[in-house]
């Protein structure tokens, strides 16, 4: 067990189990992008770890680039998304990756792929590293997707609380 601010987390997905589940996205990221030179961005604060990881595992031509957005504070979403780095790059006829670190009522993604679409991309795929399918509350699927988990809270491998626990090489949830 650790304790986070004021919360206790028990181990839930080791790292051994997260390096084989983002190797095995890689190898089909490498297959369904071979010769396409995709821009794979990253949502910060979150997915930097699993992008970076992610990202390693590609074999293919491909560039990397991040926007930080954001909707939580706490343990639980504010319900708006606020856009505190912009995105540069010209997405116009490019392929797209955005790389979430999760995906649970899916407002971040919803309010965020307009602006993506707009710029005219060739395509746009989503992978995460983790999904909540019963929290979800706007059509907002992964493409690709490390683990789907209940609908609770989670710290560690990127995530976190309060701005702590991002550093954990594990994924813990929330002691109930």
Do not use: C
Request: avoid cysteine.
């Amino acid at each position: 067990m650790i304790t986070v601010h004021d919360k206790i987390f028990i181990p839930f997905i080791s790292r051994a189990e997260i390096q084989q589940r983002v190797h095995e996205l890689g190898e089909m990221i490498n297959a369904d992008y071979d010769g396409k030179k995709p821009l794979v961005l990253g949502i910060l604060n979150g997915s930097f770890i699993f992008a970076a990881d992610l990202f390693r595992e590609l074999t293919i031509e491909a560039e990397i680039s991040f926007i930080k957005l954001a909707s939580y504070k706490g343990t639980s979403t504010t319900g708006h998304v606020v856009t505190a780095i912009g995105l540069e790059e010209d997405l116009h006829g490019r392929h797209i990756i955005i790389v979430e670190d999760i995906i649970d009522t899916g407002k971040t993604l919803s309010s965020f792929l307009p602006e993506i679409h707009h710029r005219q991309p060739a395509s746009v795929k989503i992978a995460t590293f983790l999904t909540k399918p019963d929290a979800l509350q706007y059509d907002v699927m992964a493409d690709y997707t490390a683990f789907q988990i209940e609908n609770k809270f989670v710290v560690g491998y990127g995530l976190d609380y309060d701005g702590i626990g991002r550093n954990l090489p594990d994924l813990y949830i929330l002691k109930d």
